[in-house]
């Protein structure tokens, strides 16, 4: 059964820091790929952060330096620990997984999701 389950969002100031979480079912968490995306307000959804079955891990621009993604193997939980928030930081947050490629274009995101996280960031 296929199954993420998000928690963590909140509401912050500029420069605060939270940690988002995701709990997978073990037949998710079996995935090859796992990552963090978001959706801000009006806007399509991009990818923030992923890690492979290797602890392989890509950011995007935008975040390197101030976030981290991370796995805890013991407890099938994928972990998002975002520093230094910026209000561009806002937005409704993802976690996803696939056994293939993971990605959102042109409207389209592969994988499976969970039911998200909202992250606010007030400057």
């Known amino acids: 059964q296929v199954q993420l389950v998000e928690s963590g969002g909140g509401s912050v100031q500029a420069g605060g820091s939270l940690r988002l979480s995701c709990v997978a079912s073990?037949?998710?968490?079996?995935?090859?790929?796992m990552g963090w995306f978001r959706q801000p307000p009006g806007k399509e959804r991009e990818g923030v952060a992923t890690?492979?079955?290797?602890?392989?891990?890509t950011y995007a621009d935008s975040v390197k330096g101030r976030f981290t993604i991370s796995k805890d193997h013991a407890n099938d939980t994928l972990y998002l620990q975002m520093n230094n928030l910026q209000p561009e930081d806002t937005a409704m947050y993802y976690c996803?997984?696939?056994?293939?490629?993971?990605?959102?274009?042109?409207?389209?995101?592969?994988?499976?999701w969970g039911q998200g996280t909202q992250v606010t960031v007030s400057s």
């Open positions: 890690i492979d079955s290797d602890d392989v891990t």
């Open positions: 996803a997984a696939s056994p293939i490629r993971l990605y959102c274009r042109n409207g389209y995101c592969s994988g499976y």
């Open positions: 073990k037949y998710t968490y079996s995935f090859i790929y």
